[in-house]
């Protein structure tokens, strides 16, 4: 198992990223605007501790759940999720970003033998919350 880097991973082609020490943690904040930039961040630095994903990331350009997959599948080679990552979606297109969101939860769930992915979720989001 990895440690957890303390930076938050930010993927999105619009929106400006928080600020450093906005979730209460004092992370460094990386910016991705699209999935080749997302995934030289991850190799380059390790897990974050938490990541923020848009879906959408401009025409014609592989989506955050392209990232999310990828993700999933570098995890499944490199052990580098945590069970405590945090995890959320920007997107302003709700279905997708729940889409997300199902889909990191579901893959923790199962590597780390959880029985309910909806009480990640609900977890991650009053962490993410009360920071």
Avoid at 69 to 84: A, M, T
Avoid at 105 to 112: N, Q, S, T, V, Y
Avoid at 116 to 130: C, E, G, K, L
Wanted: proline residues 5%; negative net charge.
């Amino acid at each position: 198992m990895s440690v957890t880097a303390n930076y938050l991973l930010f993927l999105d082609d619009e929106r400006t990223p928080p600020k450093r020490g906005s979730f209460g943690f004092g992370w460094e904040v990386e910016h991705a605007r699209n999935i080749r930039e997302f995934i030289e961040i991850v190799q380059r630095r390790g897990p974050p501790a938490m990541v923020c994903f848009d879906w959408y990331l401009g025409a014609g350009e592989p989506s955050g759940l392209d990232a999310a997959r990828w993700l999933i599948d570098y995890d499944r080679e490199h052990d580098v999720i945590d069970e405590d990552m945090l995890f959320d979606s920007q997107s302003s297109d709700r279905g997708k970003a729940r889409e997300i969101v199902r889909l990191i939860a579901d893959h923790i769930a199962i590597k780390f033998k959880r029985d309910d992915p909806d009480d990640i979720v609900r977890s991650r989001r009053r962490q993410h919350r009360a920071t």
